[in-house]
T-cell receptor
Framework: AQKVTQAQTEISVVEKEDVTLDCVYETRDTTYYLFWYKQPPSGELVFLIRRNSFDEQNEISGRYSWNFQKSTSSFNFTITASQVVDSAVYFCALSEASGGNDMRFGAGTRLTVKP | KAGVTQTPRYLIKTRGQQVTLSCSPISGHRSVSWYQQTPGQGLQFLFEYFSETQRNKGNFPGRFSGRQFSNSRSEMNVSTLELGDSALYLC??????????????FGQGTRLTVV
């Protein structure tokens, strides 16, 4: 069975601080996909990144970076020099190749960046 | 390129009634998935449609149903509404290659309140 755990319910930082959002997953499949989404107050889930289980390279996109480690079943997300506009709920999700296109989401981490 | 469009944005219904929600995917996307988001249960997968066929279904009662039309637009229906059906219903569209799709893009959701 697939499961995604985001242990941090809420995080509060001051602008320009770096922050890491943790994600730990469980799956029996060898082929799977991991995602991060951002949900601002408007409600729409905004896609941030998709990684497959065979690609453990870390990724950097501007102030965002992702650390995928299969050995610890983790896919952590770091925001460098956080900004107020980064305030949102962030979700990590898992999709198993055998399960079609559905995603199992974590409970989400609410990030508040204060000026 | 237009995003995923969900209508209506807000809906208030009475217990026992039924409701139909609509989702128009991104042009060219043939997979549409539906998710329910509540404060207690988080984001939960309802079902996925591809080429007018339901490919996958989450763990929801039969009161929740859906369909997809030849133009990939999708509707979901909830019959005999219960108070616990109050939620944000999110639709996501994605391209599909083989059994697994690419990243899913979400609409802004329909907020359903059952009174």
């Amino acid at each position: 069975a697939q499961k995604v755990t985001q242990a941090q319910t809420e995080i509060s930082v001051v602008e320009k601080e770096d922050v890491t959002l943790d994600c730990v997953y469980e799956t029996r499949d060898t082929t799977y996909y991991l995602f991060w989404y951002k949900q601002p107050p408007s409600g729409e889930l905004v896609f941030l990144i998709r990684r497959n289980s065979f690609d453990e390279q870390n990724e950097i996109s501007g102030r965002y970076s992702w650390n995928f480690q299969k050995s610890t079943s983790s896919f952590n997300f770091t925001i460098t020099a956080s900004q107020v506009v980064d305030s949102a709920v962030y979700f990590c999700a898992l999709s198993e190749a055998s399960g079609g296109n559905d995603m199992r989401f974590g409970a989400g981490t609410r990030l508040t960046v204060k000026p | 390129k237009a995003g995923v469009t969900q209508t209506p944005r807000y809906l208030i219904k009475t217990r026992g009634q039924q409701v139909t929600l609509s989702c128009s995917p991104i042009s060219g996307h043939r997979s549409v998935s539906w998710y329910q988001q509540t404060p207690g249960q988080g984001l939960q997968f309802l079902f996925e449609y591809f080429s007018e066929t339901q490919r996958n279904k989450g763990n929801f009662p039969g009161r929740f149903s859906g369909r997809q039309f030849s133009n990939s637009r999708s509707e979901m229906n909830v019959s005999t509404l219960e108070l616990g059906d109050s939620a944000l219903y999110l639709c996501a569209s994605s391209l599909v290659r083989g059994r697994v799709g690419t990243e899913a893009f979400f609409g802004q959701g329909t907020r359903l309140t059952v009174v």
